[in-house]
């Protein structure tokens, strides 16, 4: 698959939610496949079950446009045995030749799906294109996205600015890391293993290839007013930071919204919401073992709330936080999500309690102004123009950068 091939696949892939879905089934059934072939060899069992959850990542480091598929899969198989729970057979790790095999297997079934798509290498380029023909401005900057160039601006078509010990990747040596295989543009890591029962690592591992595209903490501004956001990981050529106009960095933005009922997390084999079974290898909320991560220590007995509210709504606040209940109040998902606890105290840092909900505006008012709080709502800004009639290209220069 040509780089041209390979660019033009990616850009397809950014926004067809149907093929997003065919290529992680082909992706899913080659890696499945490899592990029930190995535990009927190892184990003999008939009919081996595996399970994955897999995120959809749709971003690079440099906020590009880049579908990328992270999968937490299960390092064995499960064996049916009929009324009686399901025996979990853990296989040994698997080498770079199977790797290799692997990617081999899922680059030639992607392939194939392409070309039963009309999208494959000796197709006509001319195809039709859904998004430039129904969004051709969003053709545009995703097409842009993917080749890592500038996409609206006076500098639209050129590459962007990187900054770092800049060398030239072709007088590097190649490099290979084990268990991973690269072939016919199709990467494959699989050098990533936890420990059974280590759930703070699994948390963590899961926290990242579920993050969002920008890290508040790597993007600042220069004083000529442009982006400079600070790559994850130093590249193979030196960069380690890219430089955005502020226009530039919002079309980026754009670019990495994910198409309609897209879901990012998908769930299969055993962990599938349908699975036969799934009852039997699942545990329940009630009988879920509790996780302990430091995202949700809360202050206890040993350092005692001072406020008055605090102390009563010490309990409460511990049995909501508990991970047996089936679904997380706002308040906890914030503080696992965001590192905010919406019901922290600000004087003392215990939890405070909801005594009441008031509804009528004149007393929501008076309480407010007695806070010394503002008690009117901001004012209604006048709506702004629609957008695309000021955008600074056309159908014609989609074409250009597709």
């Known amino acids: 698959m040509g780089a041209d091939a390979s660019v033009s696949l990616r850009y397809r892939l950014a926004f067809d939610a149907e093929l997003i879905t065919v290529v992680l089934a082909e992706f899913m059934r080659a890696v499945f496949g490899s592990l029930r072939r190995r535990a009927r060899h190892e184990f003999g069992i008939a009919k081996p079950r595996c399970g994955a959850v897999t995120f959809v990542q749709r971003f690079g480091d440099a906020l590009n446009l880049n579908i990328r598929y992270h999968s937490v899969v299960l390092d064995g198989v499960y064996e049916d045995r009929g009324d009686d729970q399901p025996r979990f057979h853990r296989l040994p790790a698997p080498n770079d030749r199977a790797i290799a095999l692997i990617a081999a297997r899922i680059a030639r079934r992607i392939a194939h799906r392409f070309q039963q798509r009309g999208l494959g290498p000796d197709d006509e380029p001319g195809g039709t294109d859904p998004l430039a023909e129904e969004e051709s401005w969003l053709a545009a900057l995703a097409a842009a996205s993917v080749q890592g160039r500038i996409a609206i601006g006076p500098q639209a078509?050129?590459?962007?600015?990187?900054?770092?010990?800049?060398?030239?990747?072709?007088?590097?040596?190649?490099?290979?890391?084990?268990?991973?295989a690269n072939i016919a543009g199709l990467g494959l890591h699989a050098g990533v293993a936890l420990p059974a029962r280590d759930r703070q690592r699994l948390e963590r591992l899961c926290r990242d290839v579920a993050r969002p595209a920008i890290a508040a903490s790597r993007l600042s501004a220069l004083d000529d007013g442009r982006l400079l956001y600070q790559l994850k990981k130093r590249w193979r050529d030196g960069t380690t930071h890219v430089v955005f106009e502020p226009l530039e960095f919002i079309a980026k933005l754009a670019a990495l919204v994910p198409p309609p009922r897209v879901h990012p997390v998908r769930y299969h084999g055993v962990l599938a919401p349908g699975a036969p079974g799934r009852e039997r290898i699942v545990p329940p909320p009630d009988d879920a073992e509790e996780i302990s991560t430091p995202y949700a220590q809360?202050?206890?007995?040993?350092?005692?709330?001072?406020?008055?509210?605090?102390?009563?709504?010490?309990?409460?606040?511990?049995?909501?936080?508990?991970?047996?209940?089936?679904?997380?109040?706002?308040?906890?998902?914030?503080?696992?999500?965001?590192?905010?606890?919406?019901?922290?105290?600000?004087?003392?840092?215990?939890?405070?309690?909801?005594?009441?909900?008031?509804?009528?505006?004149?007393?929501?008012?008076?309480?407010?102004q007695c806070l010394g709080l503002p008690a009117r709502p901001p004012p209604i800004a006048v709506a702004r123009p629609d957008p695309q009639e000021s955008l600074p290209?056309?159908?014609?220069?989609?074409?250009?950068?597709d």
């Open 157 to 180: 078509g050129q590459r962007l600015l990187k900054l770092g010990d800049r060398v030239d990747p072709e007088d590097l040596p190649a490099r290979s890391s084990p268990l991973c």
């Open 298 to 368: 809360k202050p206890t007995s040993a350092n005692p709330p001072t406020c008055g509210a605090a102390s009563s709504a010490q309990t409460n606040l511990a049995a909501t936080n508990s991970v047996n209940e089936r679904y997380y109040s706002w308040a906890v998902l914030m503080r696992l999500v965001f590192a905010i606890d919406a019901l922290e105290c600000p004087r003392c840092q215990g939890p405070m309690k909801i005594l009441a909900q008031i509804h009528s505006p004149d007393t929501t008012r008076k309480i407010l």
């Open 393 to 401: 290209f056309d159908s014609d220069e989609a074409a250009r950068l």
